[in-house]
């Protein structure tokens, strides 16, 4: 069994792993640099990781993993960022970069009238951000949504909303939708 410099291990169903600072690094050569920082979020949310450990961790490791990829997710990390929480989120990642539609950020904290808010894709300097939803259809989630949305555009915001079969079968028709909203906001400024 493999422990962080800590000393601290994990284990699951009673099994030793390697601490969760070695999990990170082990990960970072397979995940994405936006889902890696969800990893570490999630980690640190259970009190399972210090961003200090991965710090050192990554400063020792000079080949055979993608430190860029750490390094990049704790940049994201301090600044509050969430990383990609779900799989189409990273299938929009993915469809939007290779036409030239990358985000600045992903899941980071907005702050608005109702509080802090985490949106999914972010483009900064139009202040556009993109909402991808999932598989809920319920009245009282689209109620939220809509709230969420009001509060993001009174913070300057437009608001873009995609689900499931944007992101899988219309991504070139999404990529022109947040391009134009991009390109509004730009000349507007």
Not at 134 to 161: F, K, Y
Request: hydrophobic letters at 40%; glycine letters at 6%.
């Amino acid at each position: 069994m493999r422990t962080t410099a800590t000393g601290r291990s994990t284990r699951h169903l009673g099994i030793p792993l390697a601490g969760a600072a070695r999990m990170v690094v082990d990960l970072s050569d397979v995940y994405s640099r936006h889902r890696l920082t969800n990893v570490m979020y999630e980690l640190e949310r259970r009190d399972l990781l210090r961003r200090a450990e991965i710090e050192r961790m990554a400063d020792r490791l000079a080949r055979g993993h993608n430190v860029s990829r750490i390094r990049f997710a704790l940049r994201r990390r301090k600044l509050g960022h969430l990383g990609s929480m779900s799989a189409l989120e990273e299938r929009a990642i993915r469809a939007l970069s290779v036409r030239e539609q990358r985000p600045s950020a992903v899941n980071p904290p907005i702050t608005t009238d109702i509080g802090v808010l985490y949106v999914d894709l972010v483009w900064r300097a139009p202040r556009v951000c993109v909402e991808i939803d999932g598989d809920h259809g319920s009245a009282e989630q689209q109620l939220r949504d809509r709230a969420r949305d009001a509060a993001l555009r009174r913070a300057g915001w437009t608001v873009l909303r995609f689900d499931a079969d944007d992101v899988s079968l219309r991504a070139d028709q999404m990529a022109r939708s947040i391009a134009a909203a991009r390109h509004v906001r730009q000349k507007a400024r």
